[in-house]
T-cell receptor, first 116, second 108 residues
Framework: DGGITQSPKYLFRKEGQNVTLSCEQN?????MYWYRQDPGQGLRLIYY???????QKGDIAEGYSVSREKKESFPLTVTSAQKNPTAFYLC???????????????FGPGTRLTVT | KNEVEQSPQNLTAQEGEFITINCSYS?????LHWLQQHPGGGIVSLFM???GKKKHGRLIATINIQEKHSSLHITASHPRDSAVYIC??????????FGTGTSLTVIP
């Protein structure tokens, strides 16, 4: 079945450690996105990528880094510079955006990161 | 001010009731999306619409472009409809803006 996978579902880290969250899709989508969800807030965009080897900062990119070496994969690294890393992280993908079209985003199951 | 506002924030209904969740937005959009998030956290897309009305089973979504307003209706609600419903809008670059969600609980 086509879809998006994120691993792990739960992740615990000590403060000061970098941690990488995995996101893989087999939908043949060009665009991929990382969001952060906090209680009482809407999803906020961290980074997005519309094509391999290219990505753009979203609204809250500070303290995060990404890579897009393969179309299927868009891992997110939460660095020690991120001041409040504990959150629920969602990965999504869609067909490449075009000025004349709009597409649904397909979401992964999410990773809940707890940093103590 | 958020680009997307939803109401109510929380909603409790008896099984069988007709439910309405409202969404207003303040930016130019290409499409409006209704999403459902279950307690496990995964999000699924229910509707994507840019005009008029769409219906899937017991779910109906409407949009009024002039008033920048959309509603999600659930007819004959059931406990399995309990979830967080999120309104989002997308622009021509497929960038999304999300509401904070409406938490729905349907009691048997």
């Amino acid at each position: 079945d086509g879809g998006i996978t994120q691993s792990p579902k739960y992740l615990f880290r000590k403060e000061g450690q970098n941690v990488t969250l995995s996101c893989e899709q087999n939908l043949n989508h060009d665009a991929m996105y990382w969001y952060r969800q906090d209680p009482g807030q809407g999803l906020r965009l961290i980074y997005y990528s519309q094509i391999v080897n290219d990505f753009q900062k979203g609204d809250i990119a500070e303290g995060y880094s990404v890579s897009r070496e393969k179309k299927e994969s868009f891992p997110l690294t939460v660095t020690s510079a991120q001041k409040n890393p504990t959150a629920f992280y969602l990965c999504a993908s869609s067909k490449a955006p075009k000025t004349s079209g709009h597409y649904e985003q397909y979401f992964g199951p999410g990773t809940r990161l707890t940093v103590t | 001010k958020n680009e997307v506002e939803q109401s109510p924030q929380n909603l409790t209904a008896q099984e069988g009731e007709f439910i309405t969740i409202n969404c207003s937005y303040s930016v130019g959009i290409s499409a409006l999306h209704w999403l459902q998030q279950h307690p496990g956290g995964g999000i699924v897309s229910l509707f994507m619409l840019s005009s008029g009305k769409k219906k899937h089973g017991r779910l109906i979504a409407t949009i009024n472009i002039q008033e920048k307003h959309s509603s999600l209706h659930i007819t004959a609600s059931h406990p399995r409809d309990s979830a967080v419903y999120i309104c989002a809008v997308s622009n021509t670059g497929n960038q999304f803006y999300f509401g904070t969600g409406t938490s729905l609980t349907v009691i048997p």
